[in-house]
């Protein structure tokens, strides 16, 4: 596709259910990120994926929260045991140089 | 580590009128670039203009342009002619050019005032 697609665009969940998140990047990008932003606030970083290098995942909140990037290509943010904190728009992007971003997956957690 | 700080969390403009957005940023990277993105209530977020930090000309992308200033580590956005679709939060960023780290500063909430 031409841009950054985010599966699902919403997603409703009941505390303690675990959610997979899926980001397809632009071809040929080899960085690849995750954020989360909650309402009317910033762009909190999560977890970030460049080439074949181990990705950096320094902004993980917790143990319950991990991602994978299958073939340097889609990537999957798993969040596990959900908790109604973990509700929330959930961004991700790919890059070269300028960023990229999917329209976002919003996760409410009920 | 890169730091991105924006310290107007709020601006409002009059429609037709210009606005200054402000940046700063930290970082100890020789290469890198900078970046506005514009975050209507669609929550889309979309590339508003780039700046290569070894590039001395400022960018400009029609009613948008900004003033970089590398040694004051500044990078401010300008619009001009205020528009109502110009509304939305407004999010500085800096690309590291090695390690490719992405980080945003906290945003600003521009209102365009008919």
């Known amino acids: 596709g031409a841009g950054v697609s985010q599966s699902p665009s919403n997603k409703v969940t009941e505390k303690g259910k675990d959610v997979e998140l899926r980001c397809d990047p632009i071809?040929?990008?080899?960085?690849l990120y995750w954020y989360r932003q909650s309402l009317g606030q910033g762009l909190e970083f999560l977890i970030y994926f460049q080439g074949n290098s181990a990705p950096d995942k320094s902004g993980l909140p917790s143990d319950r929260f991990s991602a994978e990037r299958t073939g340097g290509s889609v990537s999957t943010l798993t969040i596990q045991r959900t908790q109604q904190e973990d509700s929330a728009v959930y961004l991700c992007?790919?890059?070269?140089?300028?960023?990229?971003f999917g329209q976002g997956t919003r996760l409410t957690v009920v | 580590a890169q730091t991105v700080t924006q310290s107007q969390p709020e601006m409002s403009v009059q429609e037709a009128e210009t606005v200054t957005l402000s940046c700063t940023y930290d970082t100890s990277e020789s290469d890198y670039y900078l970046f506005w993105y514009k975050q209507p209530p669609s929550r889309q977020m979309i590339l508003v203009i780039r700046q290569e930090a070894y590039k001395q000309q400022n960018a400009t992308e029609n009613r948008f342009s900004v003033n970089f200033q590398k040694a004051a580590k500044s990078f401010s956005l300008k619009i001009s002619d205020s528009q109502l679709g110009d509304a939305a939060m407004y999010f500085c960023a800096s690309l590291s050019g090695s390690a490719r780290q992405l980080t945003f500063g906290s945003g600003t909430q521009l209102t365009v005032l008919p």
């Open positions: 992007a790919s890059s070269n140089t300028e960023a990229f």
């Open positions: 071809s040929g990008h080899t960085a």
